[in-house]
């Protein structure tokens, strides 16, 4: 057990000018507070914080850290107050001692929006100060350590809690010392059968092996010194079992065919020697290829910095070798604790290090999500980080979770960049948006300015980050379209009635309508019409009285002008698939060139059908919200896909002719799919990608053209 006075030594070690008193006086206060109180162990409460206190000294962290650490119970476990603690220690250390007590609350196991609700809380207490969650991180790995004194039920929640939170986040502030032993702990704990049948069977290959780690550390270290390769020390060791478990769970292999299962590390001077090290073990043992990774050129994105290798030894058997200078393996070790003991004072000083920046970005991408579903997902990813590395054609890399797309890619160069994101190709070659990038792969994107992106996007992206970004877009997209929709329907209701949209909208009338709504500007009225939250026609009559409302006929020029010229207003432009407020209706599915008209939906803007689709006379129910609409020529060029369906003859080989013949005139296929109705027709049921309506004319045309085929339909998809 530690001494009081072996911390004070601990923490002088660091900082010789440590306010020492400091510590006594929360030393004895805490003794005080939790006097009389036991651990389940039957030890006295006071040896768990002065542990935890003992833990952070060894993080070189500050005298407010470990003071904190003494402290943190006291306001969960005894009558004293937040407010006691800051009179007596001051504000930084009460700050700390709360944001940890706030921590200690929190039930991870809940519900989801509690689940969501109680991460959010968390990860503001991180940003705010850093030290709380240091402080609750040695405060986990102490009740992990002591965890056997616990019942049954308690130890198995905290151990679960212990591998989903705490040390996933201890991997991405890059405490890996610490985020091993409480993940090994856990194993421990929660797999107890699987973590002893390993164990032993460890052991059992580590006494096979007896021996084997302190002659490969002679020989290397003996090559080394001959090739005048400074090094600062050499240590071997057998890999952690959690880690070993995972491996064998994940790749389905066996203990003997884990390459790592002992390691080598080296830690060197400079990034030279680690180089220079690293010829000199492939020259030693053969190379494993493929196992050969370099961490130093592209970083982890928990800062991470090695070189990776396996070799086989001249027994046959594998290992790995990791090489490193000091300072990449204090990084390794201690993460963001190793960056913050340099620093003075508050934490403020280096808010620019990568770990803030992941913090505050997590953070600020996290708090527009409403849905607690979504935002533990995007945690998840966050906090899981199985990264993929991921080359610009300049060979930059830029480090993505697993499974990320070309387009997150694209987000991750710049937002603009995955804004105007039309195409990729990889590895040279073009390959759709929705492509899973694989290491390695180089990237590169295709923009065009002006391209928006798309809601489908949603559907396969995978950083927050991105999927954010076009979430802000397409509703900020959503909104101008909504207004400038809104506009135009007030606009045509007015004019109805011969009204101009300034002489409606100047006067006190307005505003004071706009106050009865709860609207501060005329813009959000614009906007809710074009919602279909709001009808044109009821604003109108708030503003003019249904008496006055007289509908002007149009006068027999006019409506031979309309009628040749089409009608003088400005027509919603519909540009294809990527519009967020126009959108092609499901029952006709028109397509480019085709004539269309637009119908107003309530609450997802305007539907647009084939100007021949059998709905479109139900539409006239409700002529005010028909309104005319047109393509937008040159915007989107993607293709549509149109279903056909083919009444045939059933004979052999009608398919192969039918798909050839659609082939030879430059169209794809999508799906196909054939039967027989009876014992001499049959039917063909395809999907074709198509550009427009002439493109579709002609297929349809070959089709009818090809022997044997009846009739060809468009089908409603
Ligand atoms: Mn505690």
């Known amino acids: 057990m530690i001494r009081f006075e072996d911390l004070i030594e601990k923490v002088r070690a660091t900082n010789a000018d440590a306010d020492i008193e400091l510590l006594r006086r929360a030393y004895v206060f805490s003794a005080f507070e939790h006097k009389g109180q036991v651990r389940h162990s039957g030890e006295p409460y006071l040896v768990h914080p002065l542990e935890v206190a003992d833990l952070l000294a060894d993080m070189k962290l500050d005298v407010v850290a470990v003071a904190a650490g003494l402290l943190h119970d006291i306001v969960e476990d005894t009558q004293t107050s937040i407010e006691r603690i800051q009179e007596l220690f001051g504000t930084d250390i009460a700050h700390v001692v709360e944001g940890v007590t706030k921590l200690g609350a929190i039930q991870f196991s809940s519900s989801e929006e509690r689940q969501a609700e109680n991460f959010r809380k968390m990860l503001l207490a ?32 905290i151990a679960q809690e212990t591998r989903d939170i705490y040390a996933p986040i201890a991997n991405r502030l890059g405490m890996s010392k610490l985020k091993n032993e409480l993940e090994e702990l856990a194993f421990k704990y929660l797999e107890a059968k699987a973590y002893e049948s390993l164990r032993q069977r460890v052991e059992a290959r580590r006494r096979a092996t007896e021996g084997l780690i302190e002659d490969l550390t002679k020989t290397i270290s003996a090559k080394l010194t001959e090739a005048q390769v400074p090094v600062i020390h050499i240590d071997g060791r057998i890999k952690r079992l959690f880690s070993i478990h995972q491996k064998l769970k994940k790749q389905k292999i066996d203990l003997d065919q884990v390459y790592d299962f002992m390691a080598l590390r080296i830690v060197s001077q400079s990034v030279k020697d680690c180089y220079a090290a690293l010829g000199i073990i492939h020259q030693t043992w053969s190379p494993v290829p493929g196992r050969i990774k370099d961490f130093i050129a592209m970083p982890r994105p928990n800062g991470y910095q090695s070189l990776h290798t396996s070799v086989i030894s001249e027994r046959g058997f594998p290992f790995e070798v990791q090489i490193r200078t000091a300072e990449m393996h204090r990084i390794a070790e201690e993460g963001i604790a190793a960056h913050w003991k340099y620093k003075e004072g508050r934490v403020g000083a280096d808010r620019d290090e990568q770990y803030f920046i992941w913090l505050r970005q997590l953070l600020e991408f996290q708090q527009e999500v409403r849905d607690p579903q979504e935002f533990l997902q995007n945690l998840k990813i966050e906090l899981y980080p199985e990264e993929v590395y991921i080359f610009t054609p300049k060979g930059e890399v830029k480090a993505l979770p697993r499974d990320a797309t070309p387009v997150d890619f694209a987000y991750s160069i710049h937002t603009d960049v995955g804004h105007q994101c039309v195409g990729a190709r990889v590895n040279g070659k073009m390959v759709p948006l929705r492509t899973r990038l694989r290491n390695g792969d180089i990237v590169e994107i295709v923009t065009a300015p002006g391209h928006q992106p798309s809601r489908d996007w949603l559907n396969f992206v995978v950083t927050s980050r991105t999927r954010n970004k ?24 007015a004019r109805r009635y011969s009204l101009n949209l300034k002489g409606l909208t100047d006067g006190p009338a307005f505003a004071a309508m706009l106050g009865e709504y709860g609207y501060g500007k005329g813009e959000e009225l614009f906007a809710a019409i074009g919602y279909g939250k709001v009808a044109a026609r009821t604003v109108l009559t708030k503003l003019v009285p249904q008496e006055q409302l007289k509908e002007t006929p149009e006068s027999g020029i006019a409506s031979v002008v309309r009628r040749v010229l089409g009608p003088a207003e400005e027509k919603i432009k519909v540009r294809g698939f990527d519009d967020l407020m126009v959108f092609r209706a499901r029952c006709c599915n028109p397509i480019r060139g085709e004539k269309i008209v637009g119908y107003i939906t309530r609450g997802k803007g305007v539907s647009v059908h084939s100007a021949i689709c059998p709905n479109v006379v139900n539409l006239l129910y409700d002529p005010e919200r028909r309104i005319d609409v047109e393509w937008d020529k040159g915007a989107d060029t993607s293709p549509y896909t149109v279903r056909l369906s083919l009444q045939v003859e059933d004979r052999k080989g009608i398919l192969a002719d039918v798909t050839s013949k659609i082939a030879g005139i430059n169209t794809n296929i999508r799906n196909v799919e054939a039967r027989s109705d009876d014992d001499q027709t049959g039917r063909i049921d395809m999907t074709v990608e198509i550009s427009d309506v002439k493109h579709l004319q002609k297929v349809i045309k070959s089709l009818r053209s090809v022997n044997g085929v009846v009739d060809v339909e468009r089908a409603s998809r």
């Open 470 to 493: 076009i979430k802000h877009y397409i509703q900020a997209e959503e909104k101008q379209r909504s207004l400038e929709l809104g506009r135009k329907l007030f606009e045509k209701e």
């Open 126 to 157: 991180m940003v705010d100060d850093i030290r709380v969650i240091l402080v609750k991180l040695a405060d986990r790995l102490h009740n992990m350590r002591t965890l056997h004194h616990l019942p049954e039920e308690r130890r198995l929640k």
